[in-house]
């Protein structure tokens, strides 16, 4: 339990750390949205944040997916005890993601790349639903939008490979998300007063440098599947004593 839960810890983190770069890249995202809504709702902030809150659970919920999908995925390697390789590359993927954020490695921004034939497919059906008038419309776009390429939900899927499991996968996203939550909100709200932010570049190198700590730290917390694998046989001996 420990374990599973301080990947939902990583996820989050990772997410609310990542503020800065969330405002630059995908507010610039929802602040397009927010202008193809009516006139009328985007002078109210009462009336506009059904329509954000809509993008973001619509985002989230395709992060969810991912994951269940990259848990699927990663499952055999965990049963075969192979858990530590996922751990170490979820550490590089997280290290190069903040060394990319901090503006020191910018050719991670290649990584992204690895998204694009998924993203030309879905990218005309998000385009079907312009412009947003009902809240649904909102949802569906942000599913849509879920699934941009971007090297911080990769670095996050990675962190989900660690669970090994599908529900875990997705529940580890779900967390990554949420941590977003407060940026991409905000900057579906404030556009112009939260870009600046996105683009200083000494937040921009804080963020990435907290990424870069908490990655080395996940090296030293407990490993998921070995402690499931291992615990439940040393218990059973203990009761068979």
């Known amino acids: 339990m420990a374990a599973i839960t301080s990947s939902y810890i990583t ?100 990584a992204e790349r690895m998204g694009a034939p998924l993203w030309r497919l879905l990218q005309p059906i998000g385009q079907k639903l312009l412009p947003v008038r009902k809240g649904s419309q909102a949802f569906f776009l942000g599913m849509v939008w879920g699934w941009l390429p971007c090297g911080l939900v990769y670095a996050a899927l990675a962190v989900a490979a660690t669970a090994g499991d599908p529900i875990k996968g997705g529940l580890v996203m779900l967390s990554f998300g949420a941590g977003t939550l407060p940026a991409v909100m905000g900057a579906g709200l404030f556009t112009g007063m939260l870009a600046a932010l996105g683009r200083s570049p000494n937040l921009r190198k804080a963020a990435g440098i907290l990424i870069i700590l908490m990655a ?18 040393d218990h059973q001996h203990q009761m068979q004593g």
């Open 11 to 110: 996820a989050f983190l990772l997410g609310l750390f990542s503020t800065v770069h969330c405002i630059a890249m995908c507010g610039s995202v929802i602040g397009a949205l927010t202008l193809s809504l009516p006139k009328e709702v985007r002078e109210s902030q009462r009336r506009m944040l059904p329509f954000v809150f809509n993008y973001n659970v619509g985002r989230i919920l395709s992060y969810s997916f991912a994951g269940i999908i990259v848990g699927l995925l990663s499952t055999p390697l965990t049963q075969l005890n192979a858990h530590w390789v996922l751990r170490v590359l979820s550490v590089i993927i997280m290290i190069s993601m903040g060394l990319y954020l901090a503006g020191w490695f910018p050719k991670f921004a290649r």
């Open 216 to 233: 080395l730290a996940t090296l030293f917390w407990p490993m998921e599947s070995l402690h499931e694998h291992h615990a439940m046989p």
